[in-house]
């Protein structure tokens, strides 16, 4: 028996063969080969791409240092040393792994701000933002159940802080506590648990990321003028030109990583986490990953318990929010020329308060804590969305094409 | 479409089968859940005797009961004073010493910071102790008195006292 005629769309056999049955390899040549990218985008486009292997060298890495791993209160230490001394490169899979966390986090921050310089977040890309800080959320949990694993003292005092701000809630927050560690302080069931979650979270966040770049490939990506697409003069197709652009990116990416890993792998590391684990001393200055540290500043700003915690989750899920926060239809910051300077002072309060988060909460750290706070809340609530009522945006080109006409005059 | 005759039983039906299959699916995960609490030989790590013989005044011990840090420090008359003449309203979480304590001079407390659960210092000799007297918590400044109970600092309420009795004159039994 056969059926109707299998069109003939490719000349490989093997391709039209699975075409015809899954048509997978016209899905790949639309999203990936033919796809119009804007033809003013710079290199902050690249970090998508950028993300997207660092995410995938995570996994692979992750998955061949567990092949050594131990997950026991009485072994995790020394099986990580294990790890770092006998086991063959296992301390390039360690540093590759530990210091990818830390550039994995890196790249994240310099593609969302970008995505807020440029006004990536508005209509119709709001599901794609949405998304975005999902897959945001999901890498702050993965890393911090990572940082765990090697069960030294930053692991366990990390751990015990961060578990016991849920304690906070009030009456269900002793025991929700209990429920997340299964034990009443943090102990091997804790760590076992912690261990499934790190092994199965950046598959989830790599399933979310294929539904954030499908959202994105509906309407398009955004460009630095912020404007729509127009007609075909306004974009190169993916391939081959962005395919080399981000490849281009991702070799200095590597030169660069591949520096810290070689050259000074615990640049980004705690001294203390080389100390076992211990649940009766507490070192003298316990400090979150740098990478979450801005949202630790804020939770010692604040000299309330619950009221900490509030603002600490707050200032994470006020980003859902931005979309309906900013009022103004123009998009991208180029064109507004108050906005621009509120959202460059936001990028470096963000890094100010990340700085102060790594600090003792006293004194001079304490204030610039708290002013920081104010800012970033300020920004969000009282500039983003009523800053339209006095910022004149500059005039829009008419079309993407039409910036680069102005320049050969 | 046919015409459907009987809208009131098709209803019914719907409602019917959707909520019984919200109640299966909650059972099914209650399970899943409650696994995560818990097990029942972490809850049977029951009790800790210790020997106190050997504790001078002035001096506290830190021993292991439930995983957790408990601290056991024989107070010197100086702090049992200052313990008892404190202002209740002076406190955060006002206690009376009398409540926290079997005999004056033995302070019993679990060693976790009420705040976000480090162990504050002040069971060493050469530790901070704060400005109270007691313990100081390093991690987000807290500070504890004589008594164990908050004076200053995030942590909202007093060092737990765990349950412990005096088997002997020389002997305590925590849990
Ligand atoms: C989103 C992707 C991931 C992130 C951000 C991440 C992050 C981290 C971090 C920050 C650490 C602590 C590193 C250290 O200080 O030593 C860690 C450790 C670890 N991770 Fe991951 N990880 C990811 C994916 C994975 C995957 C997929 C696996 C397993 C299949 C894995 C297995 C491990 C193991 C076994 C350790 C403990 C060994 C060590 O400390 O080096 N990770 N991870
Ligand atoms: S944990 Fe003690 S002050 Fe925060």
Not at chain 1, 119 to 130: A, C, T
Not at chain 1, 159 to 172: D, G, R
Not at chain 2, 124 to 145: A, F, L, Q, R, V
């Amino acid at each position: 028996m056969s059926g109707p005629a299998e069109p003939k769309k490719y000349k490989n056999p093997v391709l039209n063969w699975i075409e015809f049955r899954l048509p997978i390899i016209s899905y790949f040549e639309r999203e990936y080969g033919d796809y119009p990218m804007p033809k003013n985008c710079n290199y902050f486009w690249s970090f998508g791409a950028l993300a997207t292997i660092i995410l995938v060298v995570m996994i692979v890495s992750g998955i061949f240092l567990a092949m050594n791993y131990t997950p026991h209160t009485d072994m995790a230490f020394d099986s990580v040393e294990r790890i770092m001394r006998d086991v063959n490169y296992g301390w390039l899979l360690r540093y590759i792994h530990s210091n990818g966390a830390a550039f994995f986090f890196i790249v994240i921050y310099i593609h969302i701000l970008r995505g807020m310089y440029y006004g990536s977040y508005k209509y119709p890309r709001e599901l794609n933002w949405i998304l975005g800080v999902f897959i945001y959320l999901l890498m702050m949990a993965t890393s911090f159940l990572g940082y765990t694993l090697p069960w030294g003292q930053m692991s366990y005092w990390g751990a015990t802080v961060i578990t016991n701000l849920f304690s906070a809630i009030p009456i269900i927050g002793e025991g929700l506590k209990t429920w997340l560690l299964g034990d009443y302080t943090v102990g091997n069931a804790t760590l076992n648990r912690f261990f499934a979650l790190h092994y199965v979270l950046p598959f989830v966040i790599f399933g979310v990321v294929a539904l954030h770049v499908a959202a994105v490939h509906v309407h398009g990506s955004n460009n630095p003028a912020g404007i729509d697409i127009k007609s075909k003069g306004d974009t190169v197709t993916f391939f081959p030109y962005m395919l080399f652009k981000d490849a281009l990116a991702v070799c200095a990416f590597g030169v660069l990583i591949s520096a810290v890993i070689f050259f000074g792998p615990n640049l980004m590391a705690e001294v203390d986490n080389y100390i076992p684990a211990d649940p009766l001393v507490t070192p003298a200055h316990i400090v979150p990953n740098w990478y979450l540290a801005p949202f630790y500043a804020i939770l010692r700003a604040v000299p309330d318990k619950l009221g900490g915690v509030l603002l600490m989750f707050g200032a994470i899920a006020i980003l859902f929010f931005l979309p309906w926060l900013d009022r103004s239809k123009v998009r991208s910051c180029n064109y507004r020329p108050m906005y621009k300077w509120f959202m460059m002072l936001f990028f470096v309060n963000f890094f100010i308060l990340g700085y102060v988060g790594l600090k003792p909460a006293e004194g001079l750290y304490l204030l610039i804590a708290r002013l920081g706070l104010i800012y970033y809340f300020g920004f969000f609530l009282i500039i983003t969305p009523f800053i339209n009522w006095i910022e004149k945006p500059k005039t829009l080109p008419a079309s993407i094409s039409d910036i680069y006409l102005g320049m050969n005059k | 479409m046919a015409e459907v005759k009987n809208n009131k039983r098709r209803s019914f039906l719907q409602l019917s089968t959707i909520s019984l299959g919200a109640v299966g699916t909650a059972a099914f995960i209650w399970p899943f859940l409650k696994s995560m609490n818990p097990a029942e030989d972490t809850l049977a790590l029951g009790s800790t005797e210790v020997n106190i013989a050997d504790i001078e005044e002035g001096q506290g011990i830190t021993v292991k009961w439930r995983g957790k840090p408990v601290f056991i420090r024989k107070r010197t008359q100086q702090e049992i004073t200052e313990a008892k003449t404190v202002n209740l309203e002076d406190l955060k979480d006002p206690a009376i010493d009398d409540d926290r304590v079997k005999k004056d001079e033995w302070l019993v407390l679990v060693g976790i910071c009420t705040h976000l659960g480090c162990v504050p210092l002040g069971q060493k000799i050469t530790d901070m102790k704060g400005e109270y007297n007691g313990w100081y918590c390093p991690c987000h400044g807290s500070h504890y008195d004589s008594s164990g109970r908050i004076r200053k600092g995030p942590a909202p309420t007093n060092l737990a006292v765990p349950p412990y009795k005096f088997i002997n004159d020389t002997t305590i039994k925590i849990g």
